[in-house]
């Protein structure tokens, strides 16, 4: 239950922070990577090895994709 308050309470802030910013599109991409991030914890919680191994590869992508600017 308790975990349950906390997780609508952070989409509260959530939308509330959203609503905040600067233009429409600066909230929609914010609620886009709040979105992004619980999608992968939810990935980590159910599927410890595929999801490690699919942000080990996201990681990997993105450093090499860095080094070659």
Known sequence: MFINILALT???????AA??????LQGFLFIVAI?????MFYLFISFP?????AVAIMLA??????SKK
């Open 10 to 16: 952070f989409v509260l802030f959530a939308f509330i």
């Open 19 to 24: 609503f905040k910013m600067d233009s429409f």
């Open 35 to 39: 979105c992004a991030v619980c999608g």
């Open 49 to 53: 090895g595929i999801s490690g191994l």
């Open 61 to 66: 992508s993105f450093i090499f994709r860095q």
